[in-house]
């Protein structure tokens, strides 16, 4: 029998399993949970600082590579320019040199060597159209200005006409000290295109380089730079006009999140930047989190298939004790609880029935004393109440005998003993009789019928008794009939006996009040059923039960009185238990008593 | 329907003579326009590819189309073509289908070509997806517009068996007409740097004569004209060449050595290889200038002999007839002018001869005479070319079997992969 089936429900969590895997859960979850959040967090933060410092890494270093380009262009026309020689060179060596360097070097688109006067003398440029148009479009005063001031001459980064960005550098061709010439040089921007391609970090991510104003010089989606797309986020550029770098996380097109670090290009006011979806960058570190977090359920499910695998062999054996414990109780006396842990329950199942086993030793000896102890009894009240009536008979048989054996026979004195020896016969009769009903109850005859025609009918039987010994019989009924099944006979004669008892108990009168009523059995209601009942109470004004005497008064051949053989009251118990009733005594003494039956109704 | 007829129109006035041509297209386009209406045919104009292409390698005048009924010459006006000249200008051409059975709404019906300056500005084109075909001659531009596209795939496409680069002299001219100066100029070109340094990975193979060494005519034999400028000077010198004037010139009877060096313009290999040239020429001495031309202008100028040399690709096919229209003073395709009485006899002799061997060993002494003549400066044999192709638009774009598999299909073959096209 489980607890369910046993009827005491208890509430799932105050189950002993319920507790012992939530606490067995929370010793496990509790702690990982913590360190995996700890863990996960400072992991996080490392991947993501190490991607920031890594990306502000490259972002310098592709402005370090950018400004070597930008660097190598100058030095390499400035070398050039200043090797003395090539103004005393031939226009043929002239120009082999500044092919060669277009040639070798894919950052030059074109060369061109110029007089003070803009006129060209060499030019890589084989359709010479670039070529001519320097010397004509009033740059060379510019230019040659710029060298007065003791600078080389850089322009602004420009689209080409094959849309890539492109810029112009000059430096001074000098004789003595004096600038005779001018050696322009056209750099192709799009040199650096493969290093923003090395350096994209990632499948979305993205290299760049832009110009002040935010151009794209080089992209590595190459359309922005053909489109002559702009760098957008204001905040960037002013970090790197102010020759900052650095690394943020920001909004871009599209409301994109990126994670970005920039770094200035040299003197230029150009920037470098790469930056990457903070879903693709931060993506090991959320993958690392998932797979913590995966590792977490996974070890918190174990964790609790194994408590409640764990927790539920600690309970089972509870509860085959506690069920065992039950159907003892109830009444299974030989139900043993199988030992099935070597534990301290176990040792606990074992102690039980060893327990039971003794319980069951006890019983059967306080049984036997029991019965030893009733069949003295009934030795005794039948020494008493038989062999009273016997010596008795014997005597008056004896006397009757001489009575009988005298010439003249007195009729009168034989009656007389007669009339003794049939009392006495009449009084074992009796004795036999009720001893009977206890020993050997009949059977049960249940009928219908109105309880107070049965007290009536005892009443009527008492009425001269009561008469005789003073004492008033007074009748409280309801005034509607109360019917339930009972059996007739029995129950009148616990009528009988609580009305004899009552009237033999005020021997100088008195007052016995019979009354019946109906009870819902509420709390409160004072009746000890569950369910409607029948109360009848039989109230005295007699000298009442003594305390000592009170919880005998139902037990077998208990009586106070002289002459009681103890077995009135018993019978009444056993005939109310008999129809699932109850009785109860209260007496004070010298007060009176009052017996009152409960009886189910329905 | 009225730009259409005054696209006609002006085509008209410019093929004078042609009325009744201009008649029977003027027919067609009636009758397309009444086949067409409202919303069909603003489709019918959006289902149009765009062929990128140079202006240094295209000549419109001669430019031939592949359609699936054969292959048509764009500006001539012969019948049965499939489509019209719908409108034409120096660089760009639209072409209209108006006949082709089995043609479909998935299919284009439009054909541009453009024309573009130089191969940087057609690689834009390409990376702002303006074009949807291009053929590149260089691995690392096709690569570099695939890689900033992701439209596009690039399909390297094997040459032409003996597709040779080649400098052609102007025999006729009088710097040149000594064969001993085109060979000092063949001794003077670094055919190998070339190659290393302009067909990255050195995907093309040095060429000695007309004929790639996997051809069954070559003729293994020939002299190898190896970067030699030493031997160069010495023949110069031997041909009275001096630097008299000290200005790092040639000269001769006062005459600088200068050679106009006429190359296609935009191809980024040509304009490299000139360079080359250029500097290994000045080396000698030779002031080369070269200068980019048009397709058109380059035909012009070959068909008049007004050059001196030019960088040229030809294709030479495994016969002698190939042989003979390059090399022959009766060849059609004999720009340089060149004649020499024993590649006559060769020819001649070989239309004579039945045996085959003696034919090959005939083609082989042509390709020694020439090898020994240098009318022309033979640089290399390049393997690949690379077309490009907006594959994120068309499929069905190549042929999968057949004699034809792997090559591309004509254009109006193609299939949109969304139907509304561009």
Known sequence: MNMAESGKKIKIHHRLLTRLLVSHILIVALPLFFTGKVLVDTAQKSIMQTILDRNLEFARRSTRFVDLKLSTATELIRSQAQFQSIVEMTRSTQELAINTLVNEFDLFNQLTILDTNGTVIASTSFDNVLAEKIGTNGLVPVILASFENGIGYRTDVYVSAERLPMLDIAEPISLYNETVGILYAIVDLKAMWDLVDENKVGKKGESFVFNKEGVYIAHSDRKKVYSNRKFQNEEIKQNIR??????????????????????????????????????????????????????????????????????????????????????????????????????????????????????????????????????????????????????????????????????????????????????????????????????????????????????????????????NKGVRLEREYEKTPIMMKVDISRMRQVFLNLTINAIQAMPGGGKLTISIKGADGASGSGTPLSGEAIVISFADTGHGIGEKDLPRVFDFYYSTKEDGSGLGLAIVQQIVDEHHGKIVVHSVPGEGAVFTIYLPQG | MDKIVSQVYSLQKETPGSFLKFCVILLVLIVMDGQLTGQDRASQFQRQVIVGDLVGRTDLRDLRIETSQGSFPIMSHGNGKPFVVFSRSSNEVVLQFYSLRGLTDANPNTIIIRLYETERALISALILDEVDFAVLENEVSAIEASKSNSHFLPLPVQMTPNTVKLVAYNNRHPLLRSSKIRKAISYGIDHGYIIKKIILGGKANIARGPFDDD??????????????????????????????????????????????????????????????????????GIDVRPKPLAKSEMNDRLASGAFEAVLLDHTFENNIESLSDFLSEHGAMNYTGYRSATVENYIRFYHEATDPKRKKTLIKGIQSVVNEDQPVSFLYFKWLTHDLVNVEKFQNIRYTEGPRRGSIRPFEEWIFRQTDGR
Not at chain 1, 301 to 317: D, E, G, N
Not at chain 1, 328 to 333: A, P, R, T, V, Y
Not at chain 1, 440 to 457: T, Y
Not at chain 2, 215 to 225: D, E, Q, R
């Open chain 1, 242 to 467: 102010r020759g900052e770098s650095g690394h943020l996380v920001y909004e871009a097109e599209g409301g994109i999140e990126m994670v970005a670090a920039y770094a200035p290009i040299g003197d230029y006011g150009w920037g470098a930047m790469l930056q990457q979806p903070t879903s693709e960058a931060f993506a090991p570190a959320r993958r690392m989190r998932f797979r913590v977090l995966q590792f977490m359920i996974i070890s918190v499910l174990l964790a609790s298939l194994v408590a409640y695998f764990y927790s539920r062999r600690i309970v089972k054996p509870v509860n085959m004790l506690v069920s065992g414990m039950e159907r003892f109780s109830q009444g299974e006396l030989n139900y043993r609880i199988s030992r099935v842990t070597d534990d301290e329950i176990g040792a606990l199942a074992e102690n039980f029935n060893e327990m039971a086993e003794r319980l069951i030793v006890f019983q059967n000896r306080l049984k036997r004393t029991e019965v030893l102890e009733t069949l003295s009894k009934l030795a005794s009240v039948l020494s008493h109440e038989i062999r009273n009536p016997l010596n008795s008979m014997v005597i008056n048989m004896q006397i009757l005998k001489r009575e009988i054996s005298r010439e003249e026979i007195n009729r009168g004195r034989v009656e007389k003993f007669y009339g003794i020896l049939a009392s006495e016969i009449k009084r074992v009769d009796q004795l036999v009789s009720d001893f009977l009903l206890i020993a050997r109850p009949p059977k049960m005859k249940k009928e219908e019928v109105a309880i107070n025609e049965i007290l009536d009918e005892v009443v009527m039987m008492q009425v001269a008794e009561s008469l």
């Open chain 2, 215 to 284: 051809s069954p005519l070559y003729n293994s034999g020939m002299k190898s004209y190896r970067y030699n400028p030493k031997m160069a000077l010495q023949i110069l010198a031997e041909e009275g060449w001096r630097d008299s004037n000290r200005d790092g010139v040639l000269d001769k009877n006062g005459e600088p050595f200068v050679l106009n060096l006429y190359y296609q313009k935009g191809l980024r290999i040509d304009v490299a290889v000139s360079r080359i040239i250029k500097i290994n020429l000045i080396k000698l």
